[in-house]
Each structure stands twice: as structure tokens, then as C-alpha cells.
């Protein structure tokens, strides 16, 4: 698929995809003879396993140590060492995950507090009418 359909997939804009093809994260598979970029659906998976970190503020050397362990862990060539070691570099990311989901989750609710506190004024200076 081109690039134009990925977004669409995605929810990414064009300058963000071609972003992360930039720096490494999520290169197209292929590019037809017009030079278009050709992306499968496992290339369109990637760029949803790098829209999921963003947020979570990970570096651009976590975001490529990450999807360098989850390609390793996908590849048949790895062995049951190598698995043993990724999976545990795999672990240490997802407590990371973790702790900065539950940040999201404070900054969230003191988010929902600030708007009720907000929705209280509003209705008790509400004009009479």
C-alpha cells in the first residue's frame, strides 16, 4: 500500500510517517519504479508500535532498542539464549510502560478534577435566567 493509505490506517500524518522513516524507525519495505513508498501490513503494525510510545515519551534509541527486541523475538534465527536475554530487556520496558502509564493516569485525573472544579464555578455563577 502507499504511503497515503498507511495514514489512513494509522492515523498518522504523511510528515510524521516519513518522519520515522527518516530516523530509522519504520522504513517502507519497498518502493515502486515511480519511487513511491510500498508499505506492507507489517510495516503499517510497526508504525502503530511507534505511535503507541510517543506518547510515552520514549526517546528515539528506546523507540529503536524496543522494536529491535521485538524483531529479534519475531525472527525464527534467534536463539533460546538470545530469547532468554530479549525477554528480559523486553521486561524492563514494559515495567517502564507501566510507570509512565500510571503518570498518564494521575496527570488524567487531576485533569477530571480541575474540569468538575470548573463545571462547580460555572454553576454557581451561572446568571440567573
Given at each position: 500500500?502507499?504511503?497515503?493509505?498507511?495514514?489512513?490506517?494509522?492515523?498518522?500524518?504523511?510528515?510524521?510517517?516519513?518522519?520515522?522513516?527518516?530516523?530509522?524507525?519504520?522504513?517502507?519495505?519497498?518502493?515502486?519504479?515511480?519511487?513511491?513508498?510500498?508499505?506492507?501490513?507489517?510495516?503499517?503494525?510497526?508504525?502503530?508500535?511507534?505511535?503507541?510510545?510517543?506518547?510515552?515519551?520514549?526517546?528515539l534509541e528506546e523507540?529503536?532498542?524496543?522494536?529491535?527486541?521485538?524483531?529479534?523475538?519475531?525472527?525464527?534465527?534467534?536463539?533460546?539464549?538470545?530469547?532468554?536475554?530479549?525477554?528480559?530487556?523486553?521486561?524492563?520496558?514494559?515495567?517502564?510502560?507501566?510507570?509512565?502509564?500510571?503518570?498518564?493516569?494521575?496527570?488524567l485525573a487531576d485533569?477530571?478534577?480541575?474540569?468538575?472544579?470548573l463545571a462547580t464555578?460555572?454553576?454557581?455563577?451561572?446568571?440567573?435566567?
Amino acid at each position: 500500500m502507499q504511503i497515503g493509505e498507511v495514514a489512513d490506517r494509522t492515523g498518522l500524518s504523511l510528515r510524521t510517517i516519513r518522519h520515522y522513516e527518516e530516523v530509522g524507525l519504520a522504513l517502507p519495505t519497498a518502493r515502486s519504479q515511480g519511487g513511491f513508498r510500498l508499505y506492507t501490513d507489517d510495516d503499517v503494525t510497526r508504525l502503530l508500535v511507534v505511535k503507541r510510545m510517543k506518547p510515552l515519551d520514549f526517546a528515539l534509541e528506546e523507540m529503536r532498542d524496543l522494536l529491535d527486541i521485538l524483531d529479534q523475538l519475531q525472527s525464527p534465527d534467534t536463539d533460546e539464549a538470545a530469547r532468554t536475554d530479549l525477554g528480559k530487556r523486553l521486561a524492563v520496558y514494559r515495567s517502564l510502560v507501566e510507570e509512565r502509564c500510571e503518570k498518564i493516569r494521575a496527570r488524567l485525573a487531576d485533569a477530571e478534577q480541575f474540569s468538575a472544579e470548573l463545571a462547580t464555578a460555572l454553576r454557581k455563577h451561572r446568571p440567573a435566567g
